[in-house]
């Protein structure tokens, strides 16, 4: 199953499911150091979770999503444009770059970005400030080494790499990189699985083997899963 298939089939349970997204959306949010952007761009808006949380003025929203499902469950409203469209595609960021804005924020979603190079690349062409939460490799860690597969996500090291090469070299302006974990716990590693497998955070791959399944079962150390997420921030050098 692709990312968008994943997420297209989950969209519906998202919102109840993804505690940890809905954090790393609040904490990106109230990180922002160039207060109260009036036209901003949510690179995978997904429902609307950074929409919701803006509570200032502002002209304009773009938010992009390559899944239909989930931008159907995004806020409507005058100034709220929900568009389809794929960041793995570099003419989306053509398209965008003849529009408007004056923030770029992402949150929980560049991390399934196919060339993350290419995508900091593009955000860097808007000379814009940002705040982008992307989840790495410390991401369910335990489990990944318990069933022994490895992880298919950016690591921190790569992230942090990236974003100053490709983020911080082009742009007028600095960078901040964070990493922050976070856990959910679960009564059972049973549990953990099915939240796994409804919550679409495996980004389609289908995860495990019968047997890898059942060595998790049986060797799952931990009662939570691991989540790790890297905040990378713009900041002014003046
Ligand atoms: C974990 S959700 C996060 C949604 C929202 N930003 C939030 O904080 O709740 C990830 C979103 O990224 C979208 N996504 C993943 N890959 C994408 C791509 N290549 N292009 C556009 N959207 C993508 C998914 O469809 C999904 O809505």
Known sequence: ??????????????QQLNQIQAEVAKKLIASMPICKPKKILDLGCGSG????LIDWEIEKFVGVDFSSNMLSLHPEAQNVTCKLGDFN????????????????????????????DRVFSDIAKFDLPFSLAIFSSGTFATLNKTAGVDSIIPSYETLKELAEKSLHAKCLIGISVE?????LEFENTREMLRYI???????????????????????????YLEFEVVYINSFSKA
Do not use: C
């Open 1 to 14: 199953m692709s990312v968008n298939q994943e997420f297209s089939k989950h969209a519906h349970k998202y």
């Open 179 to 183: 990493k922050i974990s976070y856990t």
């Open 49 to 52: 979770a950074i929409y919701k």
């Open 89 to 116: 595609d570099a003419k989306l960021f053509e398209e965008l770059r003849e529009e408007e804005f004056d923030y770029i924020i992402s949150a929980s979603a560049l991390q399934w970005a196919a060339d993350l």
């Open 197 to 223: 497998k409804r919550s679409g955070v495996s980004g389609g791959r289908n995860l495990l083997t019968y047997k890898q399944t059942k060595k998790l079962m049986d060797e799952y150390p931990l009662n």
